[in-house]
T-cell receptor, first 116, second 112 residues
Framework: GAGVSQSPRYKVAKRGQDVALRCDPI?????LFWYQQALGQGPEFLTY????????KSGLPSDRFFAERPEGSVSTLKIQRTQQEDSAVYLC??????????????FGPGTRLTVL | AQSVTQLGSHVSVSEGALVLLRCNYS??????LFWYVQYPNQGLQLLLK??????LVKGINGFEAEFKKSETSFHLTKPSAHMSDAAEYFC??????????FGAGTRLTVKP
């Protein structure tokens, strides 16, 4: 398909485990965003990449969260030593150019992380 | 800083009735405003956006929204609800560049 894909779709982790969430953006899209969506809430910004450069990581809640996009395409969000408060849906979005106003973000279906 | 407040976490309408989903914004700069729809097990999809051109913005699936600066509002409407409109709707605001803040969402239920 031509859309944004994320894997796994569902992840259950025991508290303290490390997890890695993958995002495959639309081919050729320069910008890539990660959001965290807690139950009953809207998405909250985590981090932004322009190609391989992580230009904004101000939304990452702690140093346990790390994201990378080494070749400017696929991105991985890693959470170390997961905690129960990390349980949420993690959304990835990509856009053709830079800037959210004139470049539509296309969202993936998300990865639902449950930490027991 | 920018933020949006969506009034009503759940809205229920009958098929064929008017849909009105409320969104108020707060912004220290001229805002850019968006409405997204999220169907179950799917990603968010852009319905429409306001970028300081026309204050009445038309989007996909028959939805439209009007930017009212005096009321700091950007309510989403559709004249006649369809069963397929049942979904979660999110209002969002951006001050530009890559910053986007979403509201908590409104779940729309359409009754036959």
């Amino acid at each position: 398909g031509a859309g944004v894909s994320q894997s796994p779709r569902y992840k259950v982790a025991k508290r303290g485990q490390d997890v890695a969430l993958r995002c495959d953006p639309i081919s050729g899209h320069v910008s890539l965003f990660w959001y965290q969506q807690a139950l009953g809430q809207g998405p909250e910004f985590l981090t932004y990449f322009q190609n391989e450069a992580q230009l904004d990581k101000s939304g990452l809640p702690s140093d346990r969260f790390f994201a990378e996009r080494p070749e400017g395409s696929v991105s991985t969000l890693k959470i170390q030593r997961t905690q129960q408060e990390d349980s949420a849906v993690y959304l990835c979005a990509s856009s053709l150019g830079a800037g959210v106003v004139y470049n539509e973000q296309f969202f993936g279906p998300g990865t639902r992380l449950t930490v027991l | 800083a920018q933020s949006v407040t969506q009034l009503g976490s759940h809205v229920s309408v009958s098929e064929g009735a008017l849909v009105l989903l409320r969104c108020n914004y707060s912004s220290s700069v001229p805002p850019y405003l968006f409405w997204y729809v999220q169907y179950p097990n799917q990603g968010l999809q852009l319905l429409l956006k306001y970028t300081s051109a026309a204050t009445l913005v038309k989007g996909i699936n028959g939805f439209e929204a009007e930017f009212k600066k005096s009321e700091t509002s950007f309510h989403l409407t559709k004249p006649s609800a369809h069963m397929s409109d049942a979904a979660e709707y999110f209002c969002a605001v951006s001050g530009g560049i890559n910053d986007m803040r979403f509201g908590a969402g409104t779940r729309l239920t359409v009754k036959p």
